[in-house]
């Protein structure tokens, strides 16, 4: 471990050795007695701290910023194709299963759409992971996993894949607001359709919401029971 630290910042084990001594003393008697072994440290350290902060792409002009928030949304939209399929089978109401697997079919155009627009740019859409959508996804596993009322995890899923579309709205908005700066007219009708996909499959599971669930979800265990017309899951 120590001769690698060492062989990855450059700095040689006599210069290391005072540094440290440096730290755990704190005198300055020491530091003047590190002498030239400090300043090397200092300036070795400062280097390989500036070559970490060069390996990141300068975000110096609004197609920059326009190419890393579209990878962004590619990233977002290759692992919710991934995701979908276990929505499917998870969700009870034949409705949901529709509307998840709709909104499946419609996410693997939106992959395309920016590969489109990736291509027309001679850029590569891959590099960057999506954290937000990775996270969303995995508060949906998560429900996927819970045991109950079989309305009561549809409703569950349905507000997980809410949150998944207002994500992708907010993200939409702004790379279409982008293109159209940039005069990217094409990709901005292209990132357009997408939002308003994206929309109408919010509106729908709101629709769902209210029409398949509530009903049965609002009845607890008691009197009302009966008026439930799900089972349980099976576990
Ligand atoms: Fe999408
Ligand atoms: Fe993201």
């Excluded at 040689?12 to 704190?26: F, K, M």
């Excluded at 590969?115 to 937000?132: Q, S, V, Y």
């Excluded at 995890?153 to 790379?175: F, K, M, N």
């Amino acid at each position: 471990m120590r001769i690698f630290l060492i062989q990855k910042s450059g700095v040689r084990p006599i210069e290391l050795l005072t540094a440290v001594r440096i730290l755990l003393t704190g005198n300055t008697a020491s530091v003047e007695a590190a002498g030239l072994g400090e300043t090397i440290f200092r300036r070795r350290w400062k280097q390989n701290l500036n070559q970490t902060e060069g390996d990141k792409m300068k975000l110096d002009s609004l197609k920059k910023l326009y190419l890393e928030e579209l990878r962004d949304l590619y990233s977002a939209e290759t692992q919710l194709v991934k995701a979908l399929p276990k929505m499917v089978k998870g969700a009870s109401s034949a409705e949901l299963k529709q509307a998840f697997g709709n909104h499946l079919e419609q996410t693997e155009e939106h992959v395309e759409r920016l590969n489109e627009i990736f291509g027309r740019l001679d850029e590569k859409p891959t590099g960057k992971t999506c954290k937000a959508m990775k996270g969303l996804i995995e508060e949906g596993s998560e429900m996927l996993e819970e045991e109950g009322e079989e309305s009561v995890i549809d409703a569950g899923l349905i507000g997980a894949a809410q949150r998944v579309e207002h994500y992708e709205i907010a993200s939409y908005g702004t790379v279409r607001t982008f293109a159209n700066l940039l005069g990217e007219q094409d990709a901005a009708e292209l990132l357009q359709q997408t939002l308003d996909e994206e929309g109408e499959t919010d509106k729908e599971l709101s629709e769902l919401a209210e029409g398949i669930v509530n009903n049965e979800a609002l009845t607890e265990d008691g009197e009302q029971k009966e008026v439930a017309t799900t089972g349980s899951r099976r576990r």
